[in-house]
């Protein structure tokens, strides 16, 4: 079974409003082995919303559609879905029955507004809303199936939980599953080549690369008629691409690296520290978003100035006015200075240009050293991640995570 998901208003054409609707409805979907092929979004506009549910309805066994059912002027989703189908809107006895219900929770009074809710189309089957005034509404012809919900977020998703689920996981006949790897410190391109021959890799699972700042995830995707025979093959694909790739990749699905690295420190009773110029605690934020990282996090130093580095990490000024605070000497010390000062098994630090001014020759902008410190050695690397400041911070911290993570993979 396949679905075209449309989503309607003028605020998300505008960019006012996310729409973030279309992604849950989505993921939903596929969870029951429905093959979401298209997604439109479209203004509050009769013929177009209306020759977007023509076509979507002749195209696809399932159109879902979000938006325009309120009681204001613009909201006309019903009064287009009536003439589609060519029925008329009568008064829901069972609508009333749930505003009642929920005008009585919230204290608040029956208006004229709200009579227009009551109103449906009378060919419809009513999804009833525990949570707002407009009710879902379901239509059925020829085997095609139209599904219209408010574009209100949490009211859609109750709505998908408790009707459009159920209902569609006992018709669709086919098993969807993804499966992504998250892969850091190495290009896309560079990636791809590593992975040689797709066709032998991955046989029947289809392989995404999605790049971001912080590295690129690879999403595998099958469609199966049974998930006992889409686990296998996913296994098997990522079992081949991990041959080529696994010192690449650090966790599955939405694990980040900040989780991937907690693991580890816990599981080898490690702690540690962190000293950040260029990144400004962007580290120590990433890391202490993970639940429970007070077992291995002890503390984090934002040494901006280089009176800083000198006072709390005990960097000497000599080194500063010899190589510059922008040095693989400066990273050192500044790794092993935070290590030393609290007492941790590792230190991390992070002196950089982020930009966009500051740069020389010598020095241009996106250079930056990450410092590591343990009780057997101190190291500092180079990198150039560009002169976007924001990306830059981004990318230094995923640099300094993963370089942790690779030190923690040796550590006896």
């Known amino acids: 079974m396949n679905c075209s998901i449309l989503t309607i208003g003028d605020e998300l054409l505008i960019g006012q409003v996310v729409n973030t609707n279309a ?30 549910i023509q076509e979507s309805f002749a195209r696809v066994d399932l159109t879902i559609v979000t938006g325009g059912l309120g009681p204001t002027h613009d909201d006309i989703t019903k009064k287009v879905l009536c ?44 999804i009833r809303n525990n949570n707002g005034t407009a009710p879902g509404l379901f239509f059925e012809q020829n085997e095609h199936y139209l599904i219209a919900m408010p574009g209100v977020p949490f009211e859609m998703e109750a709505m998908m939980q408790d ?26 391109a560079v990636l791809f080549e590593k992975l040689g021959n797709l066709k032998e890799l991955l046989d029947n699972v289809k392989l995404a690369f999605l790049p971001s700042p912080s590295g690129t995830r690879l999403r595998l995707s099958i469609i199966e008629t049974t998930q006992e025979s889409a686990e296998r093959q996913i296994k098997q694909a990522e079992e081949n691409i991990r041959a080529k790739t696994d010192e690449y990749i650090y ?37 202490t978003n993970v639940s429970g990282s007070s077992e291995y996090f002890e503390r984090g130093i934002i040494t901006y100035s280089n009176r800083s580095k000198m006072e709390l990490l005990d960097v000497p000024k000599e080194m500063l006015e010899q190589h510059g605070s922008v040095s693989k000497e400066v ?19 992070t002196t950089g240009i982020a930009g966009p001014t500051g740069g020389t020759p010598e020095k241009p902008l996106g250079l930056v050293f990450i410092g590591y410190s343990d009780k057997k050695m101190t190291l500092a690397l180079k990198f150039h991640f560009g002169d976007n400041r924001l990306r830059f911070k981004e990318r230094t911290a995923q640099a300094a995570l993963n370089l942790l993570r690779k030190k923690l993979l040796q550590h006896d």
């Open 331 to 349: 990273a050192e010390a500044m790794a092993s200075g935070v290590r030393t000062k609290t007492g941790t098994d590792i230190g991390i630090s």
């Open 163 to 188: 009707f459009v689920v159920p209902l569609f996981k006992s018709k669709s006949k086919k098993f969807i599953l993804h499966r992504t790897l998250n892969t850091t410190g190495i290009g896309e």
């Open 251 to 287: 966790g599955v699905e939405n694990e980040t690296m900040a989780d991937a690295i907690g693991t580890l420190l816990k599981e080898k009773q490690l702690t540690i520290s962190t000293a950040e110029s260029c990144t400004g605690g962007y580290i120590a934020n990433q890391i």
């Open 83 to 126: 003439n589609f189908f060519q029925t008329e809107l009568v008064r829901s006895e069972e609508v009333i029955e749930d505003i009642n219900h929920l005008l009585q929770r919230r204290n608040l009074v029956w208006s004229a507004a709200t009579e227009t809710q009551a109103l449906v189309p009378k060919s419809a089957q009513i």
């Open 23 to 52: 992604a849950y409805i989505s993921r939903q979907l596929n969870t029951i082995g429905i093959d979401v092929v298209r997604m439109v979004t479209i203004g509050d506009e009769e013929q177009v919303m209306r020759s977007a």
